[in-house]
């Protein structure tokens, strides 16, 4: 099928047009960074309102690179949750207007479900695997035994992963968001002999806590006797991101081990991050598993990974009717089995 893809659950309105669930042929991301920038994290008013402005321009974009007519297009997929529901609503009723029009197909899909099924649009996963959905929103462990079949293994009891990121770059100064930055810094230098705790490590359970580490990070900013300087900003980065990186690829080796499972796929937005993609790449070896991330293009927010889902559902004659509404909360082991 060939299908227009939107998204706009954060702060980037995307538009991308995929056919077959694995032909990308536009993938356009308008970054409302910028916006946000100055107030330090996102403001969900703000962001709604940037999406209405681009989403229909982005959409044309689209098409236009893709080389496509609206009339060509067999399907609309878009992100019905979990994020922010006003930002949510502007994509799921310009998806809804636009389908309606056509007259074609519309299917509402889960974010994460996106984020995670992104990699089979660069290489086929065989099924079941352990997903580590690591984003602004979420740090989950699922075992993946097909398109709508997750179950829950782990997850955050507290803070996201990139939640931490960005809030411990805040606390250092450095702009938002702060995930790339902290990579940046941290590949700059060495941890100059910090330690952080790795909360949860012990616990019997695939749960993780990043509150605790951020708390330390803050911490050890009060306690410390000297200048925060350049120096000083990239150690406590590289010392803070070892920490997350570690947490998070142990907790997921052990749930893949007691899963059974010999495939991992690394999905969302910190999956970009340099330190976690060596330590799994290392540890992969070590232990006799495969694991995959996508393009950054493809683990950062953006339209095309939600194809791979909105393609399979709508291509079994599952779809959405016009009374779609958009969900700020949406566990997704709810999405059922299909
Ligand atoms: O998946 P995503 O683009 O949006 C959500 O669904 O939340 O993830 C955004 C999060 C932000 O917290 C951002 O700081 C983090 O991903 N992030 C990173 C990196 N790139 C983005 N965190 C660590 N290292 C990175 N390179
Ligand atoms: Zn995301």
Request: glycine share 10%; proline share 4%.
């Amino acid at each position: 099928m060939l299908l227009l893809a939107l998204e706009s659950s954060c702060d980037e309105t995307a538009a991308a047009v995929v056919r077959d669930g694995e032909q990308i042929l536009s993938n356009m991301i308008a970054s409302q960074v910028d916006l946000h920038a100055v107030y330090g994290g996102v403001v969900p008013e703000l962001a709604s309102r940037r999406h209405l402005e681009v989403i229909n321009s982005l959409v044309t974009e689209a098409l236009d690179q893709a080389s496509i007519n609206p009339d060509d297009l067999e399907g609309v997929v878009v992100t019905r949750g979990p994020g922010l529901v006003g930002a949510l609503l502007v994509g799921v009723s310009f998806a809804k207007a636009y389908a309606y029009a056509l007259n074609i197909p519309l299917i509402g899909v889960h974010h994460i479900e996106g984020h995670i099924q992104a990699i089979q649009l660069e290489e086929k996963v065989a099924y079941p695997y352990l997903a580590v959905a690591v984003s602004g929103g979420h740090t989950h462990l699922y075992r993946v035994d097909g398109i709508g079949c997750y179950s829950l293994l782990g997850r955050t009891v507290d803070d996201a992963a990139g939640e931490a990121f960005d809030k411990v770059a805040k606390m250092l100064g450095l702009g938002y968001p702060g995930g790339p930055i902290i990579d940046r810094l941290a590949a700059a230098g060495d941890d100059g002999g910090i330690v952080f705790p790795r909360p949860m490590l012990k616990k019997d359970n695939f749960d993780f806590s990043f509150s605790g580490m951020k708390t330390s990070v803050l911490n050890y900013l009060h306690r410390l006797d000297t200048v925060l300087d350049d120096n000083k900003i990239c150690q406590i980065s590289c010392a803070f991101q070892t920490a997350v990186v570690d947490v998070i690829t142990q907790k997921a080796l052990r749930a893949a081990e007691s899963e059974g499972l010999n495939r991992v796929v690394v999905a969302g937005g910190v999956a970009c991050n340099s330190g976690l993609r060596k330590q799994f790449a290392e540890l992969a070896i070590i232990n006799g598993i495969k694991v995959f991330f996508p393009a950054p293009i493809l683990c950062a927010d953006n339209a095309a990974m939600l194809a791979v889902a909105g393609d399979y559902y709508l291509s079994r004659g599952v779809s959405s009717g016009l009374d779609l509404n958009a969900v700020s909360s949406w566990p997704l082991e709810q999405v059922g089995c299909n």
